[in-house]
């Protein structure tokens, strides 16, 4: 899934990630649970890209082997013309400025044994981004910029709020001059009346200082505030990528289109019917050897080809950008328009 007439700031090629299960006599792996399966993906310079799905689906996975949390079974992550899954932890520390992230839970991200002041100036201390005489300036102007008091300096975390902590989370990512920053469900763990703040705070500060986004989430509500492309990821692979207007207009995967049935909608005249998906989940350790999601599919008996069973779709472009994983659209050509919408 590439763009050709733009070039990315970063690229993942054919990514994957296997978590070993069990092991025989001899500490041979004999089974793994394939969170991240042959995925392909780019992010350009700019764009805040949504990443969506259900637990388990692998998202924050992907989240966390841009960030050298995870290093990657198979596959490349391309950046400024480097393979970051190739280099060194020696090598990979020196990219490790560029690229951050905020995690999801603020109450357990943070050092409850060290001030709002220390957590945000740490990363800057030690990576020797300013003088010395400088890191309290620069930590109160980041205090100020996620929109709290450069005076909280001093307090530590367990005297702050849920939204306040992942303010000052969002402080220590912006601490490193990041280009890219990965959000990993950043508003999950607020609460409603706070999660709208806290987006848009994190579309504000992309236009202050020109970042790029990757903003993993659960469901389509949340991303469509904040994001220009969305993702739709089922059991480790990509199902649906598009713009989010088209995504939102015209979904094309059965499956995302259960998930845009299941956001609430509060004027009547504009409610869907509720796809209900049934069957079970397929299991990550074992995968079918067809479509992902072929247990669950609604829409499988209108398949022409009926291959959803036994062959892997391929990610195949229907219209430009909008990109999907389905044998309903073999050779990029839609074949089924009674699909529930």
């Known amino acids: 899934m590439t763009d050709t007439t733009r070039e990315p700031l970063i690229r993942l090629e054919h990514l994957s990630k296997f978590f070993p299960m069990d092991t025989d006599v001899f500490g041979r ?20 890209f949504g990443l969506v799905g259900e637990s388990g689906c692998g998202k924050t996975t992907v989240g966390k082997m841009m960030v050298d949390l995870y290093r990657p079974t198979a596959g490349e992550i391309w950046y400024e013309g480097q393979d970051l899954a190739k280099l060194s932890k020696r090598e990979r520390r020196g990219r490790c400025c560029d690229i951050q992230l905020i995690f999801q839970d603020p109450y357990a991200s943070l050092n409850p044994r060290m001030t709002v002041g220390e957590i945000i100036s740490e990363p800057i201390r030690i990576n020797r981004l300013v003088p010395r005489e400088q890191i309290a300036d620069r930590v109160g102007y980041l205090l100020n910029a996620v929109g709290l008091s450069a005076n909280y300096r001093n307090r530590f975390p367990h005297e702050f709020s849920g939204g306040q902590r992942q303010r000052v989370g969002i402080a220590r990512a912006l601490a490193m001059q990041p280009k890219l920053i990965v959000c990993d469900e950043p508003v999950s763990a607020l609460d409603v009346s ?99 999601f072929a247990s669950r599919c609604y829409a499988k008996s209108g ?36 699909m529930p919408r």
């Open 29 to 48: 792996t004999t089974s793994v649970l394939k969170a991240v399966d042959d995925l392909t993906l780019d992010i350009f310079p700019g764009e805040a």
């Open 194 to 292: 706070i999660q709208a703040q806290v987006l848009n705070l994190l579309s504000d500060l992309r236009e202050e200082f020109g970042l790029t986004y990757l903003f993993i989430a659960h469901g389509l509500n949340v991303v469509k505030h904040i994001s220009d492309r969305v993702g739709v990821m089922y059991l480790g692979r990509l199902v649906e990528v598009a713009p989010k207007r088209e995504l939102y207009r015209n979904p094309l995967h059965p499956y995302t289109k259960a998930l845009l049935s299941a956001i609430p909608v509060t004027n009547p005249a504009k409610r869907t019917q509720r796809i209900l998906l049934e069957g079970d989940v397929s299991s990550p350790i074992d995968p079918p050897p067809g479509c992902r």
């Open 303 to 338: 398949c022409a080809s009926c291959a959803c069973d036994t062959a892997m779709p391929e990610l195949v472009e229907v219209s430009p950008g909008h990109f999907v994983s389905c044998h309903l659209f073999d050779e990029g050509k839609r074949v089924l328009d009674a």
